[in-house]
């Protein structure tokens, strides 16, 4: 699976719009975007996924750039109960295995 | 549903001995990974499972890391001998079919710490 880059960390402040990067510039055609969180003391959380398409659910929206090159995870109003680690993870379409995570993008957020 | 299921939450044990961790799975579902998180090193993927059969065990460590699948809504994780340094929280997660349309669910972790 190809790689993405994530800033170590980012901070917002609550219930303002928060922009979480990711990098991934040798994505393929087939490759899906996958977000993840975990919160502190718990296992990884599913946020969003996308191929092609922005994507909008009821956590976050997966903003995709029209190179595909890069992805932005966009959570409309920041709460304190979003302070977590974000993961941006590249899998393959046809791809039946597994998840690999990178360091992702630590965020704070100031009430 | 209750999600993934893991037990023990927390697991103190002494260096030698065997440890045993569980993991039932969201019924239905056809894929268990099992992840092991540290500090150093993150989340890291050790086992696999599609349809109850080990698919790449690639991740485990060593050979005194074993896991099984023996039906569809039970898994173990078992290292004989224990070490200090495989301290970490370890992860069971499932994933229903459909390919890309089902997201992972992960349940809460077991901390495992070796004295």
């Known amino acids: 699976d190809a790689k993405t880059t994530q800033p170590n960390s980012m901070e917002s402040n609550e219930e303002e719009p928060v922009h979480l990067p990711c990098n991934h510039s040798t994505i393929s055609g087939t490759d899906y975007i996958h977000w993840y969180r975990q919160l502190p003391s718990q296992g990884p959380e599913y946020v969003i996924h996308?191929?092609?398409s922005n994507v909008n659910n009821r956590m976050a929206s997966l903003a995709i750039a029209e190179d595909r090159k890069s992805s932005t995870l966009i959570l409309h109003r920041a709460t304190l109960r979003d302070a977590a680690v974000y993961y941006c993870i590249l899998r393959d379409r046809g791809s039946q295995g597994n998840l690999i995570f990178g360091k992702g993008t630590k965020l704070s957020v100031k009430p | 549903d209750a999600g993934v299921i893991q037990s023990p939450r927390h697991e103190v044990t002494e260096m030698g001995q065997e440890v045993t961790l569980r993991c039932k799975p969201i019924s239905g579902h056809n894929s268990l990974f099992w992840y092991r998180q540290t500090m150093m090193r993150g989340l890291e993927l050790l086992i696999y499972f599609n349809n109850n059969v080990p698919i790449d065990d690639s991740g485990m460590p060593e050979d005194r890391f074993s896991a099984k699948m023996p039906n569809a809504s039970f898994s173990t994780l078992k290292i004989q001998p224990s070490e200090p340094r495989d301290s970490a929280v370890y992860f069971c997660?499932?994933?229903?079919?459909?390919?890309?349309?089902?997201?992972?669910?992960f349940g809460s972790g077991t901390r495992l710490t070796v004295v």
């Open positions: 996308g191929l092609t």
């Open positions: 997660a499932s994933r229903g079919t459909g390919g890309q349309s089902y997201g992972y669910t």
